[in-house]
């Protein structure tokens, strides 16, 4: 079992700049990638980015390249998303999940490819 919990969110303005993070705790922790999502109000839950543990690559939506940058924290078992330039669009929940192995199933900005879950953080930007 792994337990994530997400920390960082809250109430921007337009433009403003946050940072997430994602702390994971319950097992020797080497996964394959940590990745970041997100459920803007009646939207399906998007892929945001994700980070590969052995060796650092990252992937990131189209709509946040540029502004987000997700990176492997200090501590081991930890997943950042330092959020800048914020928009109104970027207004949603944020989860954290982790990818224990890679996935012969699903693509990595597809929810079936992550094995556990945070719970999420409320991030709001104000226009």
């Known amino acids: 079992q792994v337990q994530l919990v997400e920390s960082g969110g809250g109430l921007v303005q337009t433009g403003a700049s946050l940072r997430l993070s994602c702390t994971a705790s319950g097992r020797t922790f080497s996964p394959y990638a940590m990745g970041w999502f997100r459920r803007a109000p009646g939207k399906e839950r998007e892929f945001v980015a994700n980070?590969?543990?052995?060796?650092?690559?990252?992937n990131y939506v189209d709509s946040v390249k540029g502004r987000f940058t997700i990176s492997r924290g200090n501590a081991r078992n930890t997943v950042d998303l330092q959020m800048n330039s914020l928009k109104p669009e970027d207004t949603a929940v944020y989860y954290c999940a982790v990818a224990l192995y890679y996935s012969t199933t699903y693509y990595y900005t597809a929810t079936g490819a992550y094995d556990y879950w945070g719970r999420g953080t409320q991030v709001t930007v104000s226009s």
């Open positions: 980070v590969r543990w052995d060796g650092g690559g990252t």
